[in-house]
């Protein structure tokens, strides 16, 4: 308030200015308290402890303070402050994201661990699961493409004849039906991420790559047919829970069969190759 | 970019310029001398594939990083839906980025994936099912870690376009607040 005005203001532009600065003095108090806001942390999983890999880092400079709501009698300056983006990687804010500059053989840990981890998670049996629904949330195509690749030598090694044609065949069956199956479910009104589902169905070929190497070690067609019909069965058993809560609940015999009907035609596989 | 590498520049880390080539081209090599003179498929394509998958980690992670700053993943966030991160260095930073080391490394990305293309169409010529198929999961990964990274380099882009833009902004509301304290 200037003290040295000879003419007394008019009375509505007094208020006016008073109203300018109580709303100039509201945001200024206000302004350091609202620093950015950190991403909560991700849901702490049933398993190892992974490296945290948000990418959000705390700003380390105050933001620049929100700026007056527009008010009746106060024509203000456009809107406040807009929110980060929310990956905001660092444009000039703070220090470098933890992510880009971590040593190598932290990234390394970090996805040997979530292989096994989203191992766990899916296919050993887990009665305390919170929501099979959530299973693999953090998915990743490593442990599929391996436990394919070994299924088709596994089935490669077995076979007599023709050994790599059955490698094709077994791989291509495999990388094409989980993308079908994929695609099955999308088409019927599903809610699954492709890459989500791709993974899922990867790894629950673990049990038939334990069978298949069972079968493969000894020749007996009575016991492969048991343990076949064991791990065919362990291995739907992990498919079911994703697969069931991801479509609706009358269409859910419609998702489940093509991905049954695929395990079958592997375990016929593992069992016919001599 | 230009199609001169920066002269009178070193790398700035030979080491994992070596290690972002050298995946890429023994992929390349194994498959194209062992398919011309070694029959047995199943090694050719575990082989190539999995030099081609560690390529593919290699460049997502290591060099990425490294030469040029930028990353790229999907996550799945609590709602179920699946969304592309971006990660990037701050603007100085990129700005400090060997010429060289970013010049090899987009290069290499885009040969090797114009390679593939090539030996496929000699696949598709010669009517090969099975050497398509490895020369699919190859190609496969070379073009998601191009696209990859360029929808990330746009992203970092944008981003220095935004900041660059909020700075102006609240540089300019500062002013006005000033201006009207001094008046006042």
New interface residues.
Partial sequence: ??HSDTVPLHQSSQSD?DE??SL?NASVQSGPATVLPARPPSPPRASIPVVSSS?FIQSNLP???P?PSPNQKVPS?PAP??PP?P???????GP??N???EP?WD?VKR?LSRIVSNLKLVVFPNPYREDP??AL???DL?GP?FFI?FL??AL?WSASVK???V??VA??LLAAGAVILTLNVLLLGG?I????SLSLLGYCLFPLDVGAVICMLKDNVMLKVIVVSVTLAWSSWAAYPFMSSAVNPRRKALALYPVFLMYVSVGFLIIAID | MDLNPHAGENYAHPKTCLFHVIFKAAALAFYILFALFISNFVIIFVVTVLLAALDFWVVKNVSGRILVGLRWWNEINDLGESVWKFESLDQESLARMNKKDSWLFWWTLYLTAAAWIVLAIFSLIRLQADYLLVIGVCLTLSIANIVGFTKCRKDAKQKIQQFASQTIAAQVSSTIQSAIFSAV
Avoid: C, Y
């Avoid at chain 1, 990956?87 to 804010?93: L, T």
């Avoid at chain 1, 991420?193 to 989500?196: N, P, R, S």
């Fill in positions: 308030m200037s200015i300018i600065e100039i990418p933001p620049p303070p700026l300056v402050a807009p983006p990956s905001i990687g660092a444009s000039g804010f470098v994201p992510t880009l500059t190598v990234t996805d629904g959530k949330r953090d998915w490593w493409f690749v088709g030598l490669s050994k790599s044609e490698f094709a791989f291509a809610h991420i492709f890459f989500q």
